[in-house]
């Protein structure tokens, strides 16, 4: 019995103990996720870093994490705040309060901010919990910007040159000083990038350990496209800072590069003139030229072939040659095909083409001007001063006139010059004259209308608005001073007048329609 009271004591108490193991060590289920980005930041700029934290249940108010720096990439941190899980706000270490400032955003979220940075501010950032000694990587950089006082290639000024040959490997060395961050060095010949033939080194500036130097030996062999060209070597820090750099202008000598041999001429007397194309640095060639077939040699840029066979191909060799070294090219030519013409056009066929074009395109234009200008015309005769749209009526006036009361005959006066030729210009007014007057015969009224049998008057041409009044101021010299009106006869007149005359309606009357009552047309002349 007491054993058992024994036991069951015993395994209170392991309960007991492994409980209060077990919330001592809770504090450790705290975690931190620290920044990591690098900012770049030139001399008195601001910039800031943020830390997440996700505490433990069973941390206190006193729970802390704590904001770090390190100079060194790492291996020594120095504390710059200290943030508690119960507290609005983080303690900032005395010497670095001028530099830095602190916010806590929330519960979990809390922020460092470099206020004014400088060189002292450039390194690595982080922040982490009181449990741990040194921040677990990776980490957020700081690069306060400070652009490289010189790039240069050693033992060589900006402005000099260099001659090298072709195909032996020369070696050159750059070096760029005093920057942050250390400037990555760059190499090209021409526009071809070759630092890929570089090997690159950082150090400490040796007056300002806070920067960098650098310096890219290059190894590299020449080649005759190098020639003239600008060995360049740059140094780059960051899109913000320009880029400095130097240059040597290459001067590479090279043995002759034969570009092709070709036929000049071939012949009829199989002699063959050919010549050989090379380039060189120094520009000095000297050619020679062998004839496979036969062994003959020759000189010269140009070679002209003797006895060449009558297989229409010779098989040649041109060697060139300089102080560099010399080149040699073997070519089989044959003999170029006789012209045929070509089926195509040449230069002179199409400016003979477009010529002709524009010939007929002009001629097409001018024809064209010429029927709208005949067709001008025609409507100008037809509507002008002397056209006429209809025929004029095929009969003629009668003779006389005779009067319907009295008996008695009077003559017209013929229109004068002072009445602007109005009655020669009857004729003008014909197009207002339906085709249906054409075949109407020439008639008179004896008995006109009663209300124009009291008094004498005239009709007056050319133009009767069917008033039935002629214009005038007497019976002998009647008035044609308007086309449209007829004024009654002043009183004293003989007792005689005119047959009536209706001369169809006016311009601006007229409408092509069936007639209603019809007069005839005619011409008075002398009775």
């Known amino acids: 019995m007491i054993l058992r009271n024994l036991s ?13 193991f077990n919330t001592c060590h809770c504090q450790s289920e705290t975690t931190v996720d620290g920044p990591t980005n690098t900012a770049y930041v030139s001399p008195g700029g601001s910039e800031s870093f943020n830390c997440s934290v996700s505490w433990s249940e069973t941390s206190g108010d006193f729970d802390s994490i704590f904001w770090k720096r390190s100079t060194d990439d790492g291996v020594s941190w120095v504390q710059i705040a200290q943030c508690y899980k119960g507290s609005d706000e983080c303690n900032i270490v005395l010497e670095f309060q001028p530099m830095y400032s602190t916010e806590v ?3 979990e979220l809390f922020k460092l901010t470099v206020t004014s940075a400088t060189l002292d501010e450039d390194g690595l950032y982080d922040c982490h919990h009181f449990d741990d000694i040194v921040p677990a990587a990776p980490h957020a950089e700081l690069v306060v910007l400070d652009q490289v006082d010189t790039v240069s290639i050693v033992g060589f000024e900006p402005t000099d040159s260099d001659t090298v040959t072709a195909g032996e490997e020369q070696s050159y060395t750059c070096r760029s ?13 021409g526009d071809v990038d070759i630092t890929s033939h570089s090997v690159n080194s950082t150090s400490e500036n040796t007056n300002d350990d806070r920067l960098y130097d650098t310096e890219s030996t290059l190894t590299y062999s020449f080649n005759a496209s190098d020639d003239g060209e600008d060995l360049r070597c740059r140094g780059f820090q960051h899109d913000s800072l320009a880029i400095r750099s130097s240059r040597i202008e290459m001067t590479v000598e090279y043995a002759p590069v034969i570009h092709y041999i070709d ?4 012949g009829d007397n199989y002699m063959v003139e050919v010549e050989c194309v090379a380039s060189a640095n120094p520009d000095s060639i000297s050619y020679s030229w062998t004839n496979n077939e036969n062994s003959a040699t020759g000189s010269g840029k140009t070679w002209t072939v003797e006895d060449v066979n009558q297989d229409n191909f010779i098989d040649v060799t041109c060697e060139a040659t300089n102080s560099i070294g010399s080149t040699e090219l073997r070519k089989e030519l044959s003999k170029p095909s006789p012209s045929t013409g070509s089926s195509g056009c040449d230069t002179g066929c199409i400016i003979g083409v477009s010529v002709a074009a524009g010939i007929i395109v002009l001629v097409i234009i001018v024809l064209l001007l010429w029927i709208f200008l ?3 015309k025609k409507q100008g005769e037809k509507y002008g001063s002397g056209g006429s749209n209809h025929k004029q009526p095929p009969h003629t006036a009668p003779a006389d006139v005779e009067m319907a009361t009295t008996g ?10 002072d009445a602007d030729n109005r009655y020669n210009d009857y004729a003008n007014y014909s197009d207002r004259y339906d085709d249906r007057y054409d075949n109407t015969s020439a008639h008179r009224y004896d008995q006109p209308p009663d209300e124009y049998s009291q008094s004498p008057r005239y009709d007056e041409p050319p ?17 044609y001073s308007s086309y449209d009106r007829r004024q009654q006869a002043p009183p004293g007149t003989p007792g005689l007048h005119y047959t009536d005359l209706d001369l169809g309606p006016s311009p601006q009357d007229y409408q092509p329609q069936g007639p209603a009552t019809e007069y005839a047309t005619i011409t008075p002349t002398i009775v």
């Open 8 to 20: 069951v004591i015993a395994a209170t108490v392991l309960i007991t103990w492994s409980a209060v």
């Open 177 to 189: 000083t005093a920057g942050n961050p250390a400037a990555s060095l760059i190499w090209t010949i």
């Open 263 to 266: 036929i000049l001429e071939w």
């Open 408 to 417: 008695h005959t009077t003559k017209i006066p013929s229109v004068s010059d």
């Open 105 to 107: 955003i929330s519960f």
């Open 463 to 479: 133009i009767d608005e069917g008033d039935g009044y002629p214009n005038y101021s007497n019976p002998s010299s009647p008035n």
């Open 374 to 376: 005949s067709r001008q």
